[in-house]
């Protein structure tokens, strides 16, 4: 997903080396066909998020990419992979803009599930590896290092002030929402491909 929207952004005006990345995404898509989502059979409606954001990414305009992977007890149900359309400042500013879109679609789907009779009384846990954006989240005060961020951002705070959401620490190795963020090596993606719970074909027949 990372790797579509990296070339997509350049189809107005592609070059050489653009075609030369779309074509390695094909040749990843013809060895992988016997890779897929799998959904084990389970009673959790447990709803938790991760969330990660790499700074400044794109090298054009210095923007950040904002990731995003939401699971329903141990399946995966939703995922994002986004462009930040405000440049930051900081790894932390980029990390909580990532964190507030990253509420948005937690909020939605906690408001589906409660129209399917499911209802979620805790905190929804929203799994971040940057420290300081769990800080700011946390903080009612707005200070010369957060006043600039967009007060769109900010509706955030108000969500983990009234308990509805919660930022919880998750180390980088962890940080799942990572693939959709930056190029991984081979290794950290094959694992993190693994969290994400795609599996071959091969494995569960």
């Known amino acids: 997903m990372l790797a579509v929207g990296l070339v997509a952004r350049y189809q107005a005006t592609p070059k050489q080396n653009h075609l030369l990345a779309v074509k390695r995404i094909f040749r990843y898509l013809q060895g992988t066909t016997q890779y897929g989502l799998w959904y084990p059979k389970g009673k959790s409606f447990t709803l938790t998020a991760y969330t990660d954001a790499d700074w400044a990414s794109c090298v054009d305009d210095r923007k950040s990419t904002s990731g995003g992977a939401f699971y329903l007890g141990e399946s995966l149900v939703a ?4 462009k930040q359309t405000s440049i930051s400042l900081s790894t932390a500013e980029a990390e909580y803009i990532a964190a507030a879109a990253c509420c948005t679609q937690v909020m939605w789907m906690k408001k589906t599930l409660q129209d ?6 805790e ?15 946390k903080n009612p005060v707005l200070h010369s290092k957060t006043k600039h961020i967009p007060i769109k951002y900010h509706f955030l705070r108000e969500q983990v002030a009234q308990k509805i959401v919660k930022l919880d620490y998750v180390s980088t190795k962890e940080q799942i929402a990572d693939i959709f963020t930056k ?10 491909r693994d969290k994400l719970g795609v599996v071959s074909v091969d494995t569960i027949l």
């Open 79 to 82: 995922w994002l992979s986004k």
């Open 123 to 137: 905190p929804i846990s929203i799994k971040c590896d940057n420290t300081s954006a769990i800080s700011i989240s």
């Open 183 to 192: 190029p991984l090596a081979r290794e950290p993606f094959e694992y993190l």
């Open 116 to 121: 399917m009779k499911v209802s979620i009384d």
